[in-house]
């Protein structure tokens, strides 16, 4: 449906162009949009290898399963499906804590390490249960404490100061996961009431 969008979005661009006297603006622009982001992910590629290593080294070393014991209250009552201290908790407590870090993209394969450890204990289900929707929700929002992807693209734009959004950024996102798991939960009942 995504390819559609873009293909759709490309083509009223071209046509606009041609219409306005303006197609070598928006080839030029196209040009330079391509420039533009291998620049930005060559920019982010150092930062972006380094905190995946230094989650893969955490989990691998068991910080996750000490960070899952220390938010084993919190887990428990957002994921009382699984047991605190397993495998699905350990792989929820890595993704939650790249989330934390503001480490979006290198939170997805935890994230999916997280979805899959959930299918395996969805007894063969193709649906997903309560738990499986509340994480999706928690990794959309999800709270960042540091937002270091945003922090390096401001950087990498001229930003003197990079870091100066974490009020904003600290609020947003606290509310948008306050909001996200109220929702799930007031559907959740709704489910089974009606």
């Known amino acids: 449906m995504l390819d559609y969008i873009w293909g759709l979005l490309m083509i009223i661009s071209v046509i606009c162009g041609a219409i306005n006297g303006k197609l070598f603006d928006v080839s030029q622009a196209a040009l330079d949009g391509a420039a533009n982001a291998v620049q930005l992910l060559i920019g982010m590629l150092g930062m972006m290898s380094f905190w995946s290593g230094l989650m893969n080294i955490s989990d691998e070393g068991g910080a996750t399963a000490l960070l899952s014991k220390a938010l084993a209250p919190v887990l428990s009552r957002l994921f009382p499906d699984y047991e605190n201290g397993g495998s699905v908790m350990q792989a929820i407590c890595a993704n939650i804590t790249a989330n934390f870090m503001g480490l979006g993209n290198s939170a997805t394969p935890l994230g999916i390490r997280a979805m899959k450890e959930m299918q395996r204990l969805n007894h063969g289900s193709t649906s997903a249960n309560n738990s499986m929707i509340r994480f999706v929700v928690l990794n959309t929002a999800s709270i960042q404490l540091v937002p270091t992807f945003v922090s390096v693209i401001r950087?990498?734009?001229?930003?003197?100061?990079?870091?100066?959004?974490?009020p904003c950024v600290f609020v947003s996102s606290a509310f948008g996961v306050i909001v996200g798991i109220s929702c799930c939960i007031l559907f959740e009942k709704r489910k089974k009431h009606g």
């Open 155 to 166: 950087k990498n734009y001229g930003a003197r100061s990079p870091l100066d959004i974490l």
